[in-house]
């Protein structure tokens, strides 16, 4: 129980993120919303790791940075694809993968929920898929899901699923290091990107302020997501992690009037059924 509830809390967390970022990158470039986001993560996770102390294995260090990696591309594509398109449509597909990639690699694993779980499972598998049908906004006109959308989509929801499977291997009993080496190699990669870009400024003004919302909250995020697949099966934690397009839905509804639609209701509907299954199977 434990487990997912820390699960919900990140899903929270990185709802809240998702939304900040996405409007940010509506108003600048994508780049310029993770050069503000990571950095803010980075001070903050490293600063934690060293209170929290612990260990630094090699295992923390590697999967820590493979993280990172995976971490930097998604997030980088999630606030290019946010930025281009309807921030309800974008966030659910991506979760579909998000947690698909992680519930194929605990399976092969040799992971195996129980029956109620495993239903649990499927049917949130099958309610981010609905929230994201049908899918409308009040300004789908210049923020289509187009051809570049959809890629960007599908590439930040494989990177970020593999940021779970990368967090979910790193030693349990290397404190928050996993995260702070992952957050090292992200800014790294950012940086990087947005040197190459010609992209390397700070943004300021309302675009600057939800970037460092963002931050924050991926931060807390992060920190109840690492907590989540230290006490849960990696499929498991993973899908109520990924069920955070609710909350991002939710805030695009109430502060972006973006219409939603019954089957979009019926989605939300199902994910609460489908936490229910998963916490009591």
């Given at each position: 129980?434990?487990?997912?509830?820390?699960?919900?809390l990140s899903a929270a967390g990185f709802g809240v993120s998702d939304f900040a970022g996405g409007l940010a990158a509506r108003r600048v470039p994508?780049?310029?919303?993770?050069?503000?986001?990571?950095?803010?993560?980075?001070?903050?996770?490293?600063?934690?790791?060293?209170?929290?102390?612990?260990?630094?294995?090699?295992?923390?260090?590697g999967w820590g940075l493979a993280s990172g990696v995976a971490l930097g591309l998604g997030g980088w594509w999630f606030y290019a694809a946010l930025?281009?398109?309807?921030?309800?449509?974008?966030?659910?597909?991506?979760?579909?993968?998000?947690?698909?990639?992680?519930?194929?690699?605990?399976?092969?694993?040799?992971?195996?929920?129980?029956?109620?779980?495993?239903?649990?499972?499927?049917?949130?598998?099958?309610?981010?898929?609905?929230?994201?049908?049908?899918?409308?906004?009040?300004?789908?006109?210049?923020?289509?899901?187009?051809?570049?959308?959809?890629?960007?989509?599908?590439?930040?929801?494989?990177?970020?699923?593999?940021?779970?499977?990368?967090?979910?291997?790193?030693?349990?009993?290397?404190?928050?290091?996993?995260?702070?080496?992952?957050?090292?190699?992200?800014?790294?990669?950012?940086?990087?990107?947005?040197?190459?870009?010609?992209?390397?400024?700070?943004?300021?003004?309302?675009?600057?302020?939800?970037?460092?919302?963002?931050?924050?909250?991926?931060?807390?995020?992060?920190?109840?997501?690492?907590?989540?697949?230290?006490?849960?099966?990696?499929?498991?934690?993973?899908?109520?992690?990924?069920?955070?397009?609710?909350?991002?839905?939710?805030?695009?509804?109430?502060?972006?009037?973006?219409?939603?639609q019954r089957l979009q209701v019926v989605g939300m509907l199902a994910a609460g059924v489908a936490v229910v299954m998963i916490t009591a199977g």
């Open positions: 129980m434990t487990g997912a509830l820390l699960a919900l994508a780049l310029r919303v993770v050069l503000v986001s990571y950095p803010v993560a980075l001070v903050l996770l490293g600063t934690l790791a060293i209170i929290v102390g612990g260990p630094i294995p090699l295992g923390a260090i930025g281009a398109g309807p921030i309800s449509v974008v966030s659910p597909v991506s979760a579909v993968l998000t947690a698909g990639v992680p519930v194929l690699v605990g399976l092969l694993l040799g992971e195996r929920p129980g029956f109620v779980a495993a239903g649990g499972i499927a049917l949130a598998l099958v309610a981010v898929a609905l929230v994201s049908r049908g899918a409308t906004d009040e300004d789908t006109r210049p923020h289509r899901f187009t051809r570049k959308v959809a890629w960007l989509t599908v590439g930040a929801g494989v990177t970020f699923g593999l940021d779970f499977v990368f967090i979910h291997a790193a030693p349990a009993d290397s404190g928050l290091w996993p995260l702070a080496f992952a957050r090292v190699a992200a800014a790294v990669l950012v940086f990087s990107a947005a040197a190459g870009a010609g992209e390397l400024r700070l943004t300021t003004g309302v675009p600057l302020r939800l970037a460092l919302l963002a931050g924050l909250s991926d931060t807390a995020a992060n920190i109840a997501m690492l907590l989540a697949l230290r006490g849960s099966d990696l499929s498991l934690a993973s899908v109520l992690i990924s069920l955070f397009p609710a909350v991002t839905v939710v805030l695009a509804i109430v502060v972006l009037r973006e219409r939603v």
